[in-house]
């Protein structure tokens, strides 16, 4: 009992982050739902959307006496601050996109601030939903000593009737809606046992 109210009472900082650029994208949606949800229906839990489309292409050479260029410092130290980071990973040609696998690499170097977060992961796209590029995904984090929930896992379908999505964009579905609440219930929960707080 006393574990349990100290684990309602603990506010976890999410940051989430999208690897489609695209204004219309369906996984960028999905965050945007998440934030919804952290806003009612999920307690204690703050989500934060992180735009990667700033970060210039990784080059060493950019790095200057141990500093990085402005925008990834500013993007480093988000991830940093967080407790754990909620990807939103579309698949390309079976694996995570580019700007995505560039953001991480960014905030890979050292020193690796990835290290010891929890991290979820939530797929939209056809075919399996966007399925391989979060198992590609689950393998960068081992290096990253990222530690993603095994369960539920998110896959979403956007091309199978009914629709998923509205005309603004937004997700409408139920069952997605639902899925993705369990998802950050189990996100939440898994940071605060990590955290060593429940
Ligand atoms: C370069 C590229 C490669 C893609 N490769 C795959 C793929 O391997 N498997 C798949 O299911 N969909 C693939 N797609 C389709 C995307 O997953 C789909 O368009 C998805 O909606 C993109 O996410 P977004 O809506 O968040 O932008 C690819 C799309 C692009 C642009």
């Avoid at 952290?38 to 839990?45: H, L, P």
């Avoid at 754990?84 to 579309?90: G, I, M, Q, R, T």
């Avoid at 960068?140 to 603004?168: A, R, T």
């Amino acid at each position: 009992m006393a574990s349990a109210n100290r684990a309602s009472s603990s506010l976890i900082k999410v940051v989430a982050l999208s690897g489609s650029l695209r204004k219309g994208s369906y996984n960028t949606a999905l965050i945007r739902s998440g934030i919804e949800l952290s806003k009612g229906e999920v307690e204690g839990i703050e989500i934060e959307y992180v735009d990667i489309s700033d970060l210039p292409f990784l080059n060493t050479d950019l790095e200057k006496d141990g500093s990085y260029p402005s925008e990834v410092e500013a993007f480093r130290q988000k991830i940093a601050a967080a407790d754990s980071v909620l990807f939103a990973s579309p698949e390309y040609n079976y694996s995570v996109t580019g700007p995505l696998k560039n953001a991480i690499d960014w905030a890979s170097r050292p020193p690796n601030v990835w290290a010891g977060k929890a991290g979820a992961i939530v797929s939209a796209g056809g075919g399996h939903g966007g399925a391989k590029s979060q198992y590609h995904l689950r393998q960068i984090g081992v290096f990253l000593d990222l530690h993603f929930i095994n369960k539920p896992e998110f896959f979403l379908n956007v091309f199978q009737p009914p629709p998923k999505f509205n005309s603004d964009g937004d997700l409408i579905d139920e069952d997605a809606k639902n899925k993705l609440k369990e998802i950050l219930l189990s996100l939440k929960a898994f940071t605060l046992r990590l955290q060593g707080k429940n």
